[in-house]
Every structure is written in C-alpha cells, then in structure tokens.
C-alpha cells in the first residue's frame, strides 16, 4: 500500500504543514489513512495526524470526513459533545502522491483496546454507564442538532480521552498515556535562515521528544494476553469521544445502501427497508452489551446452506424473538432471506436465549443487575427503528441516571432506580 495513490511512509520527526506538526510515532491505522502521534510546534500540543492515501477516492473520501468534522467542531464551540474535533487540516505531497490530512485533537486508546486490556471479562457497570453516557451525547448532538448519522459506531470508533499519570502509576501508564511535552521552546527554529535548518532541527528536537516518551511509557495494551491477574479500572477515567466520520451520513442525503461494520448492521440495513438515525442506536447496545460482557453481542457467520446476512438475522430472532412479518417482509432484501410468513429460509430451527438470561446464565451478572441492564437495552435492539429510543430517551432512562459513588454503594441499585421511578 506504500505505493502512488496509497499511504505516505512516515518517519518519526518528519515535518508537516511547512513544520507546524513534528511526527512522533505511530498510533493507528484505517483502511484509508495512517494515523501518527505528532507535536504542534504552535500550540506546543500533541495532536492526532491522520494522513489519508493519496489516491482519487481516498482524496475524496477525506473531504467527505473534513466536511463532517468541520460541522460538528462548529456546532461544538466548547468541545463538550463528545465528538473528536478537528483542529486542523492541509495537503501533503509526497512520493506516492498528494495526501490530504487532517489534524485531531489527541486521544487515547479504543473501547476495543479497552475490552481486551480487560482480557474480554466485561467491565463493571458503573464503568459502561460512564462509556454510554459519553457516547449517548456524542449521539444526540449528531443526531437532534446536526441531522448527521454517524453510520459506523463500534468500540474501534470510540477513544478514550482520559490520561493518568505514568509516574504514579507506571503499570497502567499504557492504556491511556500521558504523554509529557518535549523539552525546548515551542516555536524553535524559527531564527534559522533556511528551511533545511529548520526541519533538521525540529527533527532533532522531535527524536528527543520521541525518547523521552518511550523511556516513560511500557504499553501493557495487547501485552501479557495470557497472564490471569485482574486487572482493575478502577481510577481510569471513562470519558470518551466517537471517531471516524468516514461514513457518516445526513439523515436527508444518504450516499450508501449498505453501511456499518457488520456485527453492529441494524436489520434495517440488512433488509434494505430505508434507515435513520436509529440505526447508531442499534450499533450503540451492540457495543454496550459488548462492554458488559467481553462478547460481541451479534458475531455472524455464513454456514451450510446459508450466507452471513441470514445467520445475522437468525442470532437476532433467538435473542429478541421473532421479528414482526411486516418488518421481515419490508425490505428490498426480504425475500432472498424471509417466505412469505416471515419465516427464515434456511435456518428453521431458532434456540431462543432472551437477554435478561443471557446475562445471567452466560455471563452471571446478578439477576437484579441483568434485569436492569437488559430493561435498557431491550429497547435500543427493537427491530422497528421507529420503536427504538432516541440517544435523548436514552440519556433519560433510569438506568443512566442510577448514581453510585463509593459512599452510596450500599444502596442497592435496585432501590435506586425504584426510587428514580417514583420521582420521575
Ligand atoms: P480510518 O477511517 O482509516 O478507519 P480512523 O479515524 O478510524 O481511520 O483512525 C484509525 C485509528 O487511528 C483508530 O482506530 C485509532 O487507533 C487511531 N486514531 C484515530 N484518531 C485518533 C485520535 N484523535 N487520537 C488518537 N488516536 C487516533
Ligand atoms: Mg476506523
């Protein structure tokens, strides 16, 4: 892919926009882009770089995510939504051609990176309440305020926004580094008569940054898989941001029939009966049963007889029960999975599981919890997108708003809730 029209090769302490940003290593990649941990010299921060590949449709596509980032950084004056803003965003020329890039705010790692820290045991409730609530918002200004469907929501499109300090405590110091800014003041170079000074000395500068941050930081993200220590959260911050505006959408101007990354497609899309917003609620308590649990709530796979789509709609009917016929026979794509009564084709016998047992039988939360849980989450994975909560109704449910500090504890959360139902 490090060829014309793909990905431009980076090397830590290459300088970008006339030597504004200063690589500093890699953070990820996508499909389309690589993203690089890089310094502003101007604002004496660290930002995201995420540099697109070069070619035509990825060029494209880049202006695309730039129009989507600008509008919600504009509707976002504070920076409070829980959307990553755009700080920034120019063209690149290189060897493989030009590369658009765009220049985020910095963040932390991915609620996927988060899940298998935890080694996929599932994080604590009060945990995932903080994650949803975060998400939830980034979800209801997309949505009520901008009309944007985010059309991608997963846990690799969620990234944390909190930093702990490594120096007090350097085991978790990799899930969320805090990165410590490079020594020197933060527009060097600037008395140096020839660009080449310049860009040798920000590289030189750069490195030493680069060093400096590994000497503090030991990644324990993806490290010692095997090892049966638990691992506590506790003290890790859960806000976080939703990323990735390569897909997103208007709600009145959609640009693709099939969208989302499989395991959190809504039916809706599977069908080809039309979609909105609801369809992000969907992918949202997909990736809040996955918090819970460590499990992905929907992991479809094609099988003797029967492709992937069908399989998908099947492990939705054994866990939320038989879809409504009107919704089954709906979709553009009905037919090729559904007959006439609403019955799968190919797959004819179902093992129902309802959530509420699932949690319980499968994942042992204790029955009030479940109970709870799956009362606001059964909702969110209604098969019509119309039924489905809003991110608002959502943020509203007694389940959000169940308060437990360390001193309230005893209360039990369901006395809590009873107690939110009554008020409410
Ligand atoms: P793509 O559209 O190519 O999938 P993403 O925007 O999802 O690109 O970014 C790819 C990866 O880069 C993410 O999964 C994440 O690991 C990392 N990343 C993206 N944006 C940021 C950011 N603002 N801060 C830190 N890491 C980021
Ligand atoms: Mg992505």
């Not at 220590?229 to 003290?235: A, K, P, V, W």
């Not at 608002?392 to 809590?416: A, G, Y």
Request: aromatic share 8%.
């Amino acid at each position: 892919s490090y060829r014309k029209g793909g990905y431009h090769a980076v090397r830590i302490g290459d300088p970008f926009s006339g030597g504004r940003y200063i690589a500093q290593r890699k953070l990820g990649w996508g499909q389309f882009s690589t993203v690089w941990l890089a310094y502003d010299t101007l604002t004496s921060s660290y930002v995201a770089l995420k540099i697109q590949k070069s070619a035509q449709q990825f060029a494209q596509a880049a202006l695309h995510e730039i129009e989507f980032l600008s509008v919600a950084a504009d509707g976002d004056l504070q920076n409070t939504r829980c959307v990553v803003r755009l700080i920034d965003h120019f063209k690149h020329a290189g060897p493989n051609g030009q590369h658009l890039c765009m220049v985020l705010e910095f963040l932390g790692d991915s609620l996927l990176r988060l899940i298998r820290y935890n080694r996929y045991k599932g994080l604590k409730l009060d945990k995932v309440r903080e994650i949803c609530r975060c998400v939830l918002t980034g979800l209801d200004y997309l949505h009520r305020e901008l009309g944007m469907i985010h059309s991608d929501l997963k846990p690799e499109n969620i990234l944390l926004c909190s930093t702990i300090d490594p120096a007090k405590d350097p085991v978790r110091s990799g899930l969320t580094p805090l990165l410590e800014k490079p020594e020197g003041n933060a527009n060097g170079g600037g008395g140096s008569s020839t660009m080449n000074l310049i860009e040798k000395k920000l590289k030189r500068r750069a490195k030493r940054a680069v060093a400096k941050i590994s000497e503090r930081r030991v990644s324990m993200v993806g490290g010692e898989a095997s090892s049966k220590t638990e691992r506590s959260l506790d003290g890790i911050d859960m806000r976080c941001k939703v990323v990735d505006f390569g897909n997103a959408c208007w709600a009145d101007k959609q640009f693709a029939e099939e969208i989302q990354t499989r395991q959190y497609r809504a039916p809706e899309v599977i069908l080809k009966s039309g979609y909105s917003f609801s369809v992000d609620m969907w992918s949202f308590g997909c990736t809040a049963f996955e918090l819970v649990t460590g499990d992905m709530l929907f992991a479809p796979k094609e099988g003797n007889g029967y492709g992937e789509d069908e399989d998908h709609l099947a492990l939705m009917m054994e866990l939320l029960g038989k879809m409504p016929r009107k919704i089954a026979i709906g979709g553009a794509r009905s037919k090729d999975y559904f007959d006439r009564h609403g019955d799968l084709k190919r797959i004819r016998r179902l093992k129902y599981w309802p959530l509420d047992r699932l949690l319980v039988d499968k994942y042992k939360l204790p029955e009030a919890e479940a109970k709870e849980f799956a009362e606001f989450l059964s909702p969110v994975l209604e098969f019509a997108p119309e039924k489905r909560p809003t991110a608002q109704q959502c943020l509203e449910h007694p389940w959000m708003n169940v308060v437990t500090t360390q001193k309230n504890n005893v209360d039990s959360v369901e006395s809590q809730v009873r107690n939110l139902k009554i008020k409410g």
